[in-house]
């Protein structure tokens, strides 16, 4: 394999970017990372999480498993996985900065985030804005993106009662989950803040076949 693209990009920021067909994208990190993908050839064609549970039959998913669009077209498949200190989300939404005064607001910091946060601990903006940010240039709305992938983002979800539990259950070093696409995408994630664990940077490295 040829690596065709490497970046380090900062916590708490967005990244895009085109892969081809066949190509493998790496996310390399130790905080979660909202990541999610569109067609290159049809920008309305998206990622959608629920197709990607009803097709793979699991709300976990690792190697093997792929990620479906809206219109239940093979996007991508997971080729490595090297989380095994947990597992990655496929309920939640982004963060924003509206999503942390919210908790603010209520008094629920503790119960969402395991501890009370100064003022200056908390962002001023979150995934939310880093996705639309890093999508603006193609010309895909706020409101128009797809509830993403959460990389490295591990839950407790009980079987019975479906209660979500967000944990600070995150890779002890950094640690990669490798996508190969199976058409032409659009690529986005957001390096999340994180609240629980304080988000950290992310490398992003995509490769080809030789
Ligand atoms: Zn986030």
């Not at 990190?29 to 990622?47: G, H």
């Not at 549970?53 to 498993?65: A, E, H, P, Q």
């Not at 090297?82 to 629920?108: I, P």
Request: proline share 5%; hydrophobic share 35%.
């Amino acid at each position: 394999m040829k690596k065709v693209l490497s970046e380090h990009v900062p916590a708490n920021s967005g990244w895009s970017g085109d892969l081809k067909k066949g190509q493998i994208i790496r996310i390399i990190a130790m905080s979660t990372v909202d990541f999610l993908v569109l067609d290159r050839d049809n920008l309305r064609e998206r990622f959608d999480q629920a197709r990607t549970k009803v097709y793979n039959g699991k709300i976990f998913l690792s190697t093997g498993d792929k990620l479906m669009s809206r219109d239940n077209q093979h996007f991508m498949t997971i080729v490595a996985d090297t989380f095994e200190e947990g597992t990655h989300d496929l309920q939640k939404g982004m963060c924003s900065g509206r999503r942390f005064q919210l908790a603010k607001e209520e008094g629920r910091l503790q119960e969402y985030y395991h501890r009370d946060y100064r003022d200056d601990e908390i962002p001023d903006h979150g995934c939310w804005e880093n996705l639309s940010g890093a999508l603006a240039p193609y010309d895909i709305a706020p409101e128009d993106i797809p509830s993403p992938f959460n990389l490295f983002q591990h839950m407790i979800i009980d079987g019975k009662t479906g209660l979500m539990q967000h944990t600070n259950i995150r890779p002890d070093a950094p640690t990669n989950v490798d996508i190969r696409a199976e058409r032409d995408l659009l690529a986005a994630f957001s390096a999340c803040p994180d609240m629980p664990v304080g988000g950290k940077p992310v490398d992003v490295e995509i490769y080809e076949e030789d």
